[in-house]
């Protein structure tokens, strides 16, 4: 599977961005996707992540982003608004599934795309 991410860019505070990832290739059971940011020198963190019993946020974007998929086309998107310096990351976009029941989940990682958010 291929994980495509798009949509960063740079923009000032308060701003929006909407971030999308298609994924393309062989899809199995989805348990997750999700969207996952990083800074330098520092680990990746969960921004948002969906399931199919519904959606996870960090406390640091609850209320300003908000995380969706069409499930048909097997594209995942964030919309961010309010948008704030701190939010400045490379976005990573995560599929874990599994190839059947009862296997091991396993994830796949997209090839990131840069936020930058100026003040």
């Known amino acids: 599977v291929q994980l495509q991410a798009s949509g960063g860019g740079l923009v000032q505070t308060g701003e929006s961005l909407r971030l999308s990832c298609a994924a393309s290739?062989?899809?199995?059971?989805?348990?997750?996707m999700g969207w996952y940011r990083q800074v330098p020198g520092k680990q990746r963190e969960l921004v948002a992540d969906i399931t199919s019993g519904g959606s996870n946020y960090a406390d640091s974007v609850k209320g300003r982003f908000t995380i969706s998929r069409d499930v048909a086309n097997y594209t995942l998107y964030l919309q961010m608004n309010s948008l704030k310096p701190e939010d400045t990351a490379v976005y990573y976009c995560?599929?874990?599934?599994?190839?059947?029941?009862?296997?091991?989940?396993?994830?796949?990682w997209g090839q990131g795309t840069q936020v930058t958010v100026s003040s």
């Open positions: 290739g062989n899809i199995f059971i989805i348990n997750s």
């Open positions: 995560n599929l874990n599934q599994r190839r059947d029941w009862g296997q091991i989940p396993y994830d796949t």
